[in-house]
């Protein structure tokens, strides 16, 4: 999107310096979980009946007589059946490439803020747990217009949607059974940090 179509306050997101350094984030203590989120997922699952490849919307009047509470993390809009509309959506789409070298950019993710280059970042696995091997496997991220057949990731808060969304957070502050969380159930942006907090207050809250 255009500069002057998003919302003020982007902004604060954007770190500006004028020194030398490499970290997008001015936190004290950076890392993912030992072993990626996939291991602290499954703790988190341990003794918890899981299904897959399950769409919740085929399945929901036999899921929601199991449970007390659902904890809805899909788009808040669908969940409604977009009764007042489409919220708007970016997606993204990845290319990955396995490459005959050791070490393609020394780093997990370089973001790339040109216009004329048509990717947002390239991550390169490995430098997450400083995997080792003769060969690198990159992805490169590309911003993708968002369709109801594409995965939603982020949230467009302008006015606008802001506005819709709204409408739907009155529904769903009237459900006893349901809690929206996330970024689509909250259609709100979250850093994984932020999620994990809000989380937390999510459990005392309920």
């Not at 490499?22 to 890392?31: A, L, P, S």
């Not at 997606?91 to 004329?116: C, H, K, M, P």
Request: with cysteine; aromatic share 16%.
């Amino acid at each position: 999107m255009k500069a002057t179509e998003l919302p003020a306050f982007i902004i604060k997101r954007l770190p500006v310096r004028f020194t030398y350094d490499n970290n997008y984030f001015n936190d004290k203590y950076q890392g993912i979980p030992i072993g990626g989120y996939t291991k602290i997922i499954e703790k988190m699952l341990n003794g918890i009946d899981v299904k897959l490849n399950c769409d919740y919307f085929n399945c929901k009047e036999d899921l929601d007589k199991l449970a007390d509470k659902i904890v809805f993390t899909g788009p808040i809009d669908k969940y409604y059946n977009y009764c007042y509309g489409e919220l708007e959506y970016r997606s993204v789409r990845f290319e990955t490439e396995i490459l005959d070298i050791e070490n393609y950019q020394g780093n997990a993710v370089v973001n790339y803020t040109e216009y004329e280059v048509p990717y947002t970042r390239i991550i390169e696995h490995k430098h997450f747990e400083f995997g080792t091997g003769p060969k690198t496997v990159i992805s490169k991220e590309y911003s993708d217009k968002w369709t109801l057949d594409k995965e939603p990731y982020y949230p467009i808060n302008n006015e606008k949607n802001n506005n819709l969304y709204s409408k739907y957070k009155n529904l769903a502050d009237k459900e006893e059974n349901v809690i929206f969380g996330g970024r689509l159930g909250q259609y709100k942006y979250y850093d994984m940090d932020k999620v994990i907090e809000e989380a937390l207050k999510c459990v005392n809250r309920n």
